[in-house]
């Protein structure tokens, strides 16, 4: 018997995603997966979230690599396969079971995003997938003295190609293949292709299938996210990368400086780790940004709607009084938030008493998903170097539940007559908020 969902974790769930399908309509990816993927059976259900990416409007370029077929064929025509450097050399016999086993696997590839099965989440599915030269490539040449023969790179990505193939609501589907302007072809990695396509299409994301989880610390704990600093760090350290990270993450790193905006190394081996990772706040496996995705800043009329959704739970629980949409929008002028990712998880508001050096600190919430991750301390530090910056002396809050944090932090209870005299007067006796100062 299918597991049913409750119709309340469903509705929560597809409002969680709502603001991904918004954000991704639209936008570009570039998925690469090894041939690994259809040689294990593993793609029907990579095709069936294939088809629902393209369903919901992402523009979508898809790269596959052929590397077990063609060490099949290789094995099958007695041809011993060599690499230098772990570079495959392709000569000319190589080649020619290098262009059998890619035809074989893009064949396969094809029929599979064709399946329409009734009551199967390909049902009506409607993928047209375009394919054609649209990989200009050059031949490696000699390196160290190896001549590597057909063995090639990518010199050019026919983006207006690709481009009107995506208009026209095309999947595009790039095999590891390149020609060149004399008519040659030249066996490139996937990688290769799916890095450069990245790039010269200017893509939202990149996105890696590989056989582990993403890349991991000395402790082995999964990186979720990491800049490109933290990512060229990771490959300057001792600590021995498995071979697939060690493939990848240089990619990552080279995609994202020239412009790609996200680059993600996903296991192969989850079901639905390409939807997890997209539609999800954390993702399972790691994302390799430029540079760090948390930004401070001065609140806008427009992130009114933000501040209300992280201020709302707070309310209800009565650890924060109740502010209405009004004056939340006349007061916004007082409120920095702090967002993760293009979306708002944590804020603040600060109201200065000039007369007496003092400034009142409000509204300081953070997103239950975030709250170990030291934004709290993030917005308070930035909220007294501002008030620093007004001239005040002294920090003040009022809090029912939080008291200990404030502690923690260096404020000091105290009194209510230790108030300014505007806010005494102010001061909720029924609510009795504790009063708690720290000297700035």
């Not at 992402?58 to 052929?66: D, K, P, S």
């Not at 890696?208 to 990186?223: A, E, Y």
Request: glycine letters at 8%; proline letters at 3%; charged letters at 20%.
């Amino acid at each position: 018997m299918p597991i049913k969902t409750a119709p309340t974790d469903f509705v929560a769930w597809f409002r969680s995603v709502a603001p991904y399908i918004n954000a991704f309509r639209g936008k570009t990816f570039v998925i690469a997966f090894g041939g690994e993927v259809v040689a294990d059976g593993k793609f029907v259900e990579l095709a069936q979230d294939f088809n629902l990416l393209a369903a919901l409007g992402i523009r979508l370029v898809l790269v596959h690599g052929a590397r077990p077929q063609i060490e099949q064929h290789l094995i099958k025509n007695n041809i011993n396969g060599s690499y230098h450097q772990g570079i495959r050399m392709t000569d000319a016999e190589t080649m020619q079971c290098v262009k059998e086993a890619v035809g074989r696997v893009r064949v396969e590839i094809e029929a599979l995003l064709s399946m329409g099965l009734a009551n199967s989440p390909m049902a009506n599915a409607d993928i047209r997938v375009a394919g054609g030269n649209f990989i200009t490539a050059q031949p490696i040449g000699v390196i160290n003295g190896v001549d590597l023969m057909h063995t090639g790179s990518v010199r050019k990505v026919d983006v207006a190609a690709l481009n009107d193939r995506m208009e026209f609501g095309e999947v595009v589907l790039l095999s590891p293949l390149g020609y060149s302007p004399t008519g040659e072809v030249f066996n490139v990695t996937l990688e290769d292709i799916a890095t450069a396509t990245a790039i010269a299409l200017d893509a939202d994301k990149l996105v890696f299938l590989m056989d582990t989880d993403g890349v991991q610390n000395k402790q082995g704990d999964l990186l979720r996210e990491l800049t490109v600093a933290q990512a060229q760090s990771v490959l300057n350290g001792k600590a021995k990368l498995p071979d697939d990270v060690s493939l990848f993450l240089p990619c990552a790193i080279r995609a994202c400086e020239a412009g790609v905006a996200r680059t993600h190394l996903i296991s192969r081996h989850i079901d639905g780790s390409v939807l997890q990772e997209l539609f999800s706040d954390e993702g399972i496996g790691s994302m390799v940004v430029e540079s760090t995705l948390n930004t401070l800043r001065d609140a806008s009329i427009e992130d009114v709607g933000g501040i209300l959704q992280l201020l709302r739970p707070l309310e209800e629980q009565g650890i924060l009084v109740r502010r209405s949409r009004e004056l939340l929008e006349r007061e916004i002028e007082q409120f920095v938030v702090l967002e993760h990712d293009h979306r708002i998880v944590g804020c603040a508001a600060l109201y200065p008493f000039p007369d007496e050096a003092s400034a009142e600190l409000a509204c300081l919430a953070v997103d239950a998903q975030y709250r170990d991750h030291g934004y709290g301390e993030a917005v308070l530090n930035h909220m007294v170097s501002v008030a620093k910056s007004q001239g005040m002396k002294k920090l003040f809050v009022l809090t029912t539940r939080t008291a200990h944090w404030f502690l923690e932090r260096g404020f000091v209870e105290a009194e209510v007559t230790a108030l300014p005299a505007q806010k005494k007067t102010l001061y909720n006796y029924q609510r009795r908020s504790k009063v708690f100062v720290r000297k700035i």
